[in-house]
């Protein structure tokens, strides 16, 4: 079994910046991709970010691009989340996610999921 471990959320002001991270153990591999989701109360789980295991691949929701950042060393377990000008729609927990497969991430259905880590932006 894998676990991803999530850290990194916190309670940050309108416009500011915060940075996750996710960090596969248990068991190590390396050609996966890891991501991200996000889920607020009464809303759909939603898909933020992926990265697939050489990094050349990179996919961002529409509603975080050109805010969020992911990155990783190629073949890292690690994985980070950078995210700048956030509002009070970004509030959520965050879920990291992996699998082998680029397609079932960013289709919510990956092997692995985090416990999630919260994120809170007042107004």
């Known amino acids: 079994q894998v676990d991803l471990v999530e850290s990194g959320g916190g309670l940050v002001q309108a416009g500011g910046s915060l940075r996750l991270s996710c960090t596969a153990s248990?068991?190590?591999?390396?050609?996966?991709?890891m991501g991200w989701f996000r889920q607020s109360p009464g809303k759909e789980r939603e898909f933020v970010a992926a990265?697939?295991?050489?990094?050349?691949?990179?996919y961002y929701a529409d509603a975080v691009k050109g805010r969020f950042t992911l990155s990783r060393d190629v073949g890292d377990p690690t994985v980070y989340l950078q995210m700048n000008g956030l509002s009070p729609e970004d509030t959520a927990v965050y879920f990291c996610?992996?699998?082998?497969?680029?397609?079932?991430?960013?289709?919510?259905?990956?092997?692995?999921w985090g416990r999630g880590t919260q994120v809170t932006v007042s107004s």
């Open positions: 990265i697939n295991f050489s990094a050349r691949d990179i």
């Open positions: 248990g068991v190590t591999f390396s050609k996966h991709t």
């Open positions: 996610a992996a699998d082998t497969s680029t397609s079932r991430v960013r289709l919510g259905v990956p092997d692995y």
